[in-house]
């Protein structure tokens, strides 16, 4: 029989810093950054799959932080939304936009978006409208019905202004 | 929705992670993308009382293409797959059921492997694996090696013939040789990436003159398992597919279906799908005009 | 109609101030809020919809180490007041957690706390429950036929409020009338699910006996109810307003969950947290919207002209019911939609089933109304052979009749109602939309216009209250603002409730910015707290572009009043003689001679000696405004002004439906919008995306869906479908201003905005599709399989009748 597991130590980089808690193995990657670092900016949504509020990049390809265990992840690289822009007080090319294109308004989904838009932009510099919305598909926002996000994306990728 | 306590080791070998699960038997389960074990276990639907991650294992990693067949390892992810142009020429289905599956970042992480031991009824890859007849190869440490088909693999809802000491080590997917090799795959979700309430897909081989020389066709999420039809691609060889013949095939396939019902779909509705989708897809693989456009 | 008044900082593009701590992950939620020591609740929940409890047994929970209290009702329920609801109906008495009987499933019964959610869950499965199931009701139909299941048997009846309106000669009218149609429409349990579930913190001090509060709330009176169920004085709940929302659109309404909390955070002498997860907050988070069967009939002439309808709504509350039996209230000050309708009966008739209950959803219940006055206009314009988009113009009130006043007793500020539907089929342009359509046909598809001109009464009031309910004499619903400029001259503006996502920081500033001309971006706005806020009625029912800036508005005009009169006395001059321009007091004759902003605040807040005679020190001033146009008790007859402003969508769609799957694509969306002026264009328009978006879920996939035993078969985000980028097609909107008269700039609200008429649109698209092959479909949501059904039907209807006109 299995004896009853016990916290674990595990380490990860996050935003390029190597951080280092004890948790129990149950612990999700999410829930490591929000209570164990209290990186808040990552949100939970429905702890299921669906909603990608969650969404981190691990070694740089956008996963959802709830479908996996911080101990799966010992030792690799996860950037959360709070290390998205380039330095402190600044903002990143796509987080201006989103600003810009009022691409937000709760927020609440707003820190997976970004990241499932940030590597869309590292993927394919000049997405079409469709690619767009593949790439945020998995995604869910509940006030803008997407269209200020699709511009956001539009506007970070250079294609059009948001405003004259 | 937090998973139940359990135990997490990491695989440092493949041999180690056989152990572990010979030791363990059916609490252990191991753990490879997670995309649909820790959902099932937020909910505590699955409570494995201890996790063996095989993410790591190189042995179980990665794609050779060869001229019969295409070997994968079980953690392949399904992004790598979709982005492999030679695997995608090689057997070509794979590609098209994976423009269905989940999202990038479930694609991301999720492997081929960990779909197909999964085994959801209406999941995209276990269909392509009946319909291609792939084969499915288990490691176990008392049992060594064993090869299964995927029409022996799937034995109801969520159940496969994995005994608890096995692990999914390794996918072929047989690849068809010449020229002329075209499929299709098509479902009906209401949303986009959701598991479809019916799926269809196909690979078909036509000659120079248009005539079916080589066929494969299947359904998912009408049955506890997806459904692949042999004996009804039999009768597409020899002849040209036309809307007549497509519509034969789909409906005795469909015929054959026992779809369940849920808050989305009745079994009626299902079984029409079933049946106007496999005959889309046929129609759309073998260029044939399709009598309502997609 | 007069030229918009041209405005400095509203009306332009500006960056929500809001923005720039979301993109960076600096928002603070209610689950952000870390405090020590802090416990977590789980739940465990009823499986039966109806049962009475026999035994609880939480011995094997509390054993569990990490485990700190395990509350039942038992416990709970003597300790605290009940949860009434609005209408008259005391039997129906709600408490977070059940006590001898269930009446849903996934009613609370217990609460576990523990040092983490994951050990509060993990003892919630060992809380043993007997339960001894009752027979039950689902059916909001069976549930008024005698001999259905009580869900309160102490109320006899399952029907927990009706009343019966006549408003206008609906016998003369009906029977003047060339001809009548009666239809049958249902709207699907559906709600604004938004995707941060409800979460609460509360945290209990023993030597200055204060609780403090941080929830997602977005609720009226949320602090007076939350201490009145504890049985505490109101200045001993502080409720902290600067939590950020994670969207609410109506439903974020945990009152339940913060007495639980409350509660427990004061028993423990720990700070608790309750973060529903995604499964309890779908069952038993109280959030599921309206669910109702619409039953009308029109009367109208041979020119399609509507003299008169005969309206019953019968809305499945639920198993308990806080404000929802108001839903069917708030409709009656739009009854006629934006419509000439001469009389109206309206039967409204609230039901209790065993289902959970239902709760506010954007829009508080004018949605399913307006997709229920819609789809007869469009039936009336197939019983005539009229264009529909011809009929709503026979129908439409004319920009000359405002204001208008309704049936009902509400008085339409203004509109010009044709006009924004012509800008939205010049937008769309039709003509095209009408060659698309034909194409699609001859590709085989189904393909439809759909049309929909539809209210948006705005401005939030609570006049359903009395109305509904006689015992409530409630006839204001004021909202405030309290504004400082400090000695620096930085100016600070206070409001009063939380916000979830509507840019309210952005609203105010510009709103301040405009009337002291100073930079809006300079201007910080603030959330207070409930102890120090002024009176607020949260951010429901469009209101806040009105109510708060109106508020904001109101105290920035006295700021500005105040420096006038202290420029004046030191200038010598007096008031009329002076103008506020740049933020400064200019004498008009002569604009040498000011005072600028820095020297009025130096003498307001250091110089006494030049202040005039009997004028307090310092800036600060707060201003409280009621609704314009509210303020009275209704007719005994059921007649009152509802919401003072209206606001006004026309959708226009192409769709197109696969004649085999039923699946519907959607290939053209445009609104026309009026909500008069706009204070922040870009959030209106984001919030009229986001309604559009929500409508088409409504419209075409998301639904509560139950099974007769009372199960809840959609109860995560895998079942309930919310739709994404893919499924949301892109919007066009056009704007339209008819400013308000009864408002400080002439806006109007809009947080409702394309929600209210998209259902109604999309369904018409799909019901033109339809037509063709002599189908329609009148229920939400329209899912591919609902439509394959409806085609099929019909397909055999035809063979039936095609059958038996076959010679013998």
């Known amino acids: 029989m299995l004896a009853p597991p016990s916290p674990v130590t595990v380490e990860i980089i996050v935003n390029g810093t190597p951080r280092r808690a004890c948790v129990e193995p149950r612990t999700t990657l999410v829930d490591f950054l929000r209570e164990h670092l209290g990186l808040t900016g990552t949100h939970i949504g429905c702890e299921h799959g669906i909603c990608g509020a969650c969404s981190v990049l691990l070694e740089g390809e956008p996963v959802r932080a709830c479908c996996l265990f911080a101990l799966q992840v010992e030792g690799l690289s996860v950037t959360t939304v709070e290390g998205l822009a380039p330095a402190r007080g600044e903002l990143s090319r796509l987080q201006n936009a989103f600003c810009e294109a009022h691409a937000l308004q709760c927020g609440y989904c707003t820190p997976g978006m970004l990241i499932a838009c940030h590597d869309l932009l590292a993927r394919n510099p000049r997405p079409s409208e469709e690619e767009i919305r593949e790439a945020i598909g998995g995604n869910l926002c509940r006030c803008t019905g997407y269209q200020q996000i699709v511009d956001a994306v539009k506007l970070a990728s250079g294609q059009e202004a948001a405003h004259g | 929705m937090k998973a139940a306590p359990f135990a997490y080791v990491r695989a440092e070998s493949l041999d180690h992670a056989l152990d572990l699960l010979a030791a363990y038997g ?111 190869v288990l490691q176990s440490r008392a049992g060594g090696e064993r090869r299964l088909s995927a029409a022996d693999f799937f034995l109801a809802p969520m159940v496969t013939a994995a005994e608890e000491a096995e692990c999914l080590t390794a996918i072929e997917w047989p690849v068809w040789e010449g020229p002329g090799v075209a499929c299709a795959f098509e479902e009906v979700a209401i949303r986009h990436g959701d598991f479809a309430m019916a799926a269809a897909a196909c690979q078909i081989q036509l000659d120079a003159d248009g005539v079916c020389r080589r066929a494969a066709l299947g359904l998912g999420g009408v049955a506890g398992t997806p459904l692949a039809f042999p004996d009804l691609a039999a009768q597409l060889e020899g002849r040209r597919i036309h809307e007549r013949l497509a519509q034969e095939v789909a409906e005795a396939a469909a015929a054959r279906s026992e779809p369940g019902s849920d808050t989305h779909a009745d079994a009626e509705y299902r079984r029409h799908l079933a049946a106007v989708l496999l005959r889309r897809v046929l129609l759309r693989a073998a260029g044939a005009p399709a009598r309502a456009p997609i | ?9 509203i009306g332009q593009h500006r960056r929500a101030v809001e923005h720039r701590r979301f993109v960076t992950g600096q928002g603070r939620y209610a689950a952000d809020i870390a405090l020590p020591g802090l416990l977590h609740v789980a739940i465990v929940a009823s499986p039966h919809a109806s049962a009475r409890i026999l035994s609880v047994d939480a011995s094997a929970a509390l054993a569990l180490p990490g485990v700190h209290a395990v509350l039942t009702g038992e416990d709970l329920q003597p300790e605290i007041e009940p949860m009434l609801p609005g209408v008259d109906a005391p039997e129906v008495r709600r408490f977070p957690l059940a006590r001898d009987v269930v009446r849903y499933a996934g009613e609370w019964v217990a609460a576990v706390v523990a040092d983490s959610r994951a050990i509060a869950e993990d003892a919630a499965e060992l809380v043993e429950v007997d339960y001894a199931p009752s027979p039950h009701v689902v059916d909001p139909e069976a549930a008024i036929a005698p001999g259905a299941p009580l869900v309160h048997p102490m109320r006899g009846s399952n029907v927990i409020f009706r009343r019966e309106f006549v408003w206008g000669p609906v016998e003369e009218d009906f029977a003047a009338a060339a001809h009548r149609l009666s239809y049958r429409v249902r709207w699907g349990r559906s709600a604004t699910v938004p995707i941060e579930t409800f979460v609460c913190t509360a945290a209990w001090n023993d030597a200055t006996n204060l609780l403090d509060v941080w929830a997602s709330i977005q609720m009226p009176k949320f602090p007076d109810l939350l201490a009145r169920c504890l049985r505490l004085p109101g200045n001993a709940v502080r409720v902290h307003f600067d939590v950020d929302v994670g969207g609410s659109y109506g439903v974020k309404r945990g009152l339940k969950h913060a007495i639980l909390v409350g509660f427990l955070a004061r028993q423990l002498g720990r700070p608790v947290r309750f973060l529903e997860d995604r499964l309890e907050n779908m069952r038993g988070g109280d959030m599921q919207g309206p669910d109702r069967l619409f039953d009308v009939t029109l009367a109208f002439d041979d020119k399609g002209v509507i003299r008169s309808m005969r309206m019953r709504a019968l809305d499945d509350v639920g198993a308990y019911a806080g404000r929802s039996p108001f839903q069917l209230g708030k409709p009656v000050g739009a009854i006629v939609g934006p419509y000439t309708i001469h009389s109206v009966a309206y039967e409204a008739i609230s039901v209790l089933t065993n289902k959970t209950p239902q709760e ?167 959330h207070a707290d409930s102890l120090s806020a002024l009176p607020s009625n949260s951010p429901v029912g469009s209101r806040m572009a009105i109510m708060l800036g109106g508020a904001a508005a109101g105290a920035a005009k006295r700021i500005r009043a105040k420096m006038l009169r202290i420029a004046a006395h030191n200038l010598g001059v007096a008031e009329e003689a002076l103008e506020w321009r740049e933020g400064a007091a200019v004498l008009r004759a002569d604009p040498t001679r000011a005072l600028s902003w820095a020297r009025l605040v130096e003498i307001a807040h250091r110089e006494f000696h030049n202040l005039p005679p009997g004028m307090e020190p310092g800036l600060q001033e707060s201003f409280v405004w009621e609704v314009p146009g509210g303020g009275g008790l209704p007719t005994p007859d059921g007649r009152i002004q509802m919401y003072p402003c209206h606001s006004f969508e026309a959708h226009v769609v192409l769709a ?153």
Not at chain 2, 93 to 122: E, F, Y
Request: overall charge neutral; proline content about 8%.
């Open chain 2, 26 to 136: 059916g609490e252990a389960k191991p753990i490879a993308g997670g995309q649909s074990l820790v959902p099932m276990m937020a909910m505590r639907l699955a409570r494995p009382a201890l996790l063996v991650d095989i993410n790591r294992l190189p042995a179980l990693k990665g794609v050779a293409v060869g001229p019969r067949c295409a070997v994968m390892g079980a953690t392949t992810r399904q992004r790598a797959v979709e982005e492999d142009a030679a695997l995608h020429r090689a057997v070509p289905l794979l590609r098209a059921a994976l423009a269905w599956v989940g999202h990038v970042q479930t694609r991301n992480r999720g492997t081929v492997g960990g779909s197909l031991a999964h085994a959801d009824p209406s999941a995209e890859l276990p269909l392509a694996a009946c319909v291609l007849d792939a084969t499915l």
């Open chain 3, 1 to 9: 109609m007069a030229e918009p008044p041209r405005f400095r900082y």
């Open chain 3, 360 to 526: 506010a959803v954007r829009g508080f219940g004018q949605a399913p109304t307006n997709y229920a006055i819609e789809t007869g206009l469009d039936k009336v314009a197939r019983f005539l052979g009229l264009d529909r988009i011809e009929l709503r113009r026979r129908n439409l009130i004319p920009p000359e009749r405002f204001p208008y006043l309704i049936p009902s007793g509400t008085l339409y500020d203004s509109g010009d109602y044709a006009r924004v539907l012509d800008k939205a089929l010049a937008a769309a342009p039709y003509a095209e939309l009408l060659r698309q359509r034909e194409a699609l046909r001859a590709q085989g598809r189904l393909a439809g216009i759909g049309v929909s001109t539809c209210l948006e009464p705005s401005g939030g009031n609570s006049s359903f209250e009395p109305l509904f309910n006689p015992k409530n004499t409630t006839t204001t619903w004021m909202d405030s603002c309290l504004i400082r400029v400090d000695l620096n001259g930085a100016v600070t503006a206070v409001m009063a409730t939380s916000s979830s996502g509507q840019a309210h920081e952005t609203l105010v500033s510009t709103v301040v910015g405009e009337v002291l001309q100073r930079e809006p971006d300079s201007i910080r706005v603030i």
């Open chain 3, 656 to 808: 197109s439906v696969d004649p085999e799957t039923g699946k519907v694509a959607l290939h053209r969306y445009v609104v026309g919008h009026d909500c008069g002026v706009m204070i922040s264009p870009d959030v209106v328009h984001g919030m009229t995306y986001g309604g559009v978006a929500h409508g088409l879920g409504a419209a075409l996939m998301e639904k509560f869906a139950y099974s007769p035993e009372g199960q809840l078969l959609s109860g995560s985000l895998m079942d309930y479908l919310l739709p994404s980028a893919q499924e949301v097609p892109p919007i066009t909107i056009v704007d339209h201003c008819t400013p308000s008269p009864l408002t400080e700039f002439g806006q109007k609200g809009s947080g409702e905005a394309g929600y209210l008429g998209g259902p109604a649109a999309i369904a018409s698209a799909i019901n033109d599709a339809l037509a063709p092959l002599g189908a329609a479909l009148d229920a939400l949501p329209m899912t591919p399989a609902a439509i394959w059904r409806t085609l099929r039907a019909a397909q055999m209807a035809r063979a039936a009748t095609e059958s038996t006109r076959e010679p013998t």
